[in-house]
C-alpha cells in the first residue's frame, strides 16, 4: 500500500527555516516522483517543487530562491526545507506523488 | 504555467440533485503521447485531496458513477448525478501534461 506522511515543527518563528520530512512507503522514490504542495488557511493548492526520481528537482519560480528539496532513498524520505519564513507561509504542507497519493498533511504556523 | 480557470466558486445544491463543474485550461491539455492528464480531486473538510478521475474521464476505485468527467483540449466538466451528502467539499481540477502541475481554484459544494 502506497503511503506518504509529513513530519515536521508546528509553530516557526518568522525569518527562521522551516524543515519538513516526508516518509514513503509502498514504493521506492527511485522509481517514482515526489512532489511538495501547500495550502495555506481557506486557500487553495499550490505546488511548491518536485524530486524526480532520478534525484533532480525542480521548483515554482515563486519559490525557488527559499526552497530546497533532498532525499535519503536509504531511509524513503523526502526533505523540504525553506528558509526566511513569513506569516503567508503559514498553511498546510503535503507531499504527494502525483495526484493519486497524498500524505495527511502536516500544518506549519509562522508566527514570533 | 498552465492556469486553470475553474468555475463557480461555490455550488449549493439539494440531495438528489446533479450539478456540473466547469474547468478551462490556458493551454490544450494533450500531451504528446496523444493521453490528456487532466484529473479532478475532491477534498473534503480537514481531509487530504483525493483523487475521483484521472485523464479526463476514467474513474479512481472506489468511486461511485454517479461522478462522470468528460471535456477534450483545453475545456472540461465534472458532473455529479443523484448529490449525496457525502459529496460535500472542495473540487479542484488539476492538470500534469505540462510541468509544473497547476490547480484549478476550487469549487465548494455545499449541500441545501
Known amino acids: 500500500e502506497v503511503q506518504l506522511k509529513e513530519s515536521g515543527p508546528g509553530l516557526v518563528q518568522p525569518s527562521q527555516t522551516l524543515s519538513l520530512t516526508c516518509t514513503v512507503s509502498g514504493f521506492s522514490l527511485t522509481d517514482y516522483s515526489v512532489h511538495w504542495v501547500r495550502q495555506p488557511p481557506g486557500k487553495g493548492l499550490e505546488w511548491m517543487g518536485v524530486?524526480?526520481?532520478?534525484?533532480?528537482?525542480a521548483y515554482n519560480s515563486a519559490l525557488k530562491s527559499r526552497l530546497s528539496i533532498s532525499r535519503d532513498t536509504s531511509k524513503s524520505q523526502v526533505f523540504l526545507k525553506m528558509n526566511s519564513l513569513q506569516t503567508e507561509d503559514t498553511a498546510i504542507y503535503y507531499c504527494?506523488?502525483?495526484?493519486?497519493?497524498w500524505g495527511q498533511g502536516v500544518m506549519v504556523t509562522v508566527s514570533s | 504555467d498552465v492556469v486553470m480557470t475553474q468555475t463557480p466558486p461555490s455550488l449549493s445544491v439539494a440531495i438528489g440533485q446533479s450539478v456540473s463543474i466547469s474547468c478551462k485550461s490556458s493551454?490544450?491539455?494533450?500531451?504528446?503521447?496523444?493521453?490528456?492528464?487532466l484529473h479532478w480531486l475532491l477534498q473534503s473538510s480537514g481531509r487530504s485531496p483525493k483523487r475521483l478521475i484521472y485523464?479526463?474521464?476514467n474513474l479512481d476505485s472506489g468511486v461511485p458513477d454517479r461522478f462522470s468527467g468528460t471535456g477534450s483540449q483545453k475545456d472540461f466538466t465534472l458532473k455529479i448525478s443523484r448529490v449525496e451528502a457525502k459529496d460535500l467539499g472542495v473540487y479542484y481540477c488539476a492538470q500534469t501534461t505540462h510541468f509544473p502541475l497547476t490547480f484549478g481554484s476550487g469549487t465548494k459544494l455545499e449541500i441545501k
Open positions: 493551454q490544450s491539455l494533450v500531451y504528446s503521447d496523444g493521453k490528456t492528464y
Open positions: 485523464q479526463v474521464s
Open positions: 524530486m524526480w526520481s532520478g534525484g533532480s528537482t
Open positions: 504527494t506523488r502525483g495526484t493519486p497519493y
